[in-house]
């Protein structure tokens, strides 16, 4: 199975525009139909199927100019990939990798953050949008070191979140106890949920509602936390 798909790529790269082709009808499905994507995927490169996904997750969770990437709804059709025994994907393989990823993800974009610095903020710097950092880092004067876990749960802070961290003044030990806690907590949910709940025939047809319905409820604790922030800020005024 891997060489045949191995072959149709070759093929593809063999004309000038074949990429090309590949990339404008199939990558845009990745965005708009990621379950039948990662499951034609699946079926295409077999085993290679881990290594695609955790260089999602990587990139998604390390670059900070990529916050577009799928996060939430990666691992939960990742998940449900898992549970489909023909393809032959083990969850335990997939858990501990894209956990990895996520960590590793985050501990570089951390790193980026630091060696930029505060001209991150400046609105100089091409790809860095200074009003989601600066969401970011109001995110983190409201929730503390804890923001580095809540963060996980929310797109697009997630990918900021480290940075961030990295920018500002946290210690890279103290961010590390964060990062791993919610890595797990945010691959964990996400990837068993998928898998328990993802190949439902309900759930697969109306693939994106359940996503937003279990990104909202992922946010809810943080919701929470505003909530709180904002009733201590009234009793104090």
């Known amino acids: 199975m891997l060489s045949s798909a191995l072959l149709a790529l070759a093929d593809a790269a063999a004309t000038n525009d074949g990429w090309w082709a590949w990339a404008q009808t199939e990558l845009p499905r990745l965005f708009t139909q990621l379950d039948g994507f ?16 955790f260089a999602i997750v990587f990139c998604e969770t390390g670059l900070v100019v990529t916050p577009f990437l799928p996060g939430d709804s990666l691992l939960f059709a990742a998940g449900a990939l898992c549970a489909t025994s023909e393809l032959g994907l083990r969850l335990d393989l997939m858990a501990a990798l894209l956990f990895i990823a996520a960590v590793l993800g985050d501990a570089v974009n951390y ?13 100089k710097l091409p790809l860095l949008n ?14 503390g070191g804890k ?6 749960f929310v797109p697009i802070i997630r990918t900021f979140a480290p940075f961030v961290a990295g920018v500002g003044t946290m210690r890279y030990r103290r961010f590390l106890a964060y990062n791993v806690v919610g890595a797990l907590l945010w691959v964990g949910l996400f990837l068993v949920a998928g898998w328990a709940f993802g190949n439902m025939p309900w759930v697969k047809a ?7 319905g279990i990104i909202v409820l992922s946010i809810m604790p943080i919701a929470w936390e505003w ?5 201590a800020a009234g009793s104090r005024g």
Do not use: Q
Request: charged residues 20%; aromatic residues 14%.
């Open 38 to 53: 990662l499951l034609d995927l699946a079926k295409g490169v077999g085993p290679w199927t881990y290594a695609v996904l």
């Open 147 to 152: 923001a580095v876990v809540l963060a996980r």
């Open 206 to 212: 109306n693939f994106s509602k359940v996503i937003l």
């Open 227 to 231: 909530w709180k922030h904002r009733a």
């Open 111 to 123: 790193h980026i953050g630091r060696w930029i610095g505060p001209a991150a903020f400046s609105g």
């Open 130 to 143: 200074p009003t989601h950092l600066r969401k970011t880092e109001a995110f983190f004067e409201r929730h």
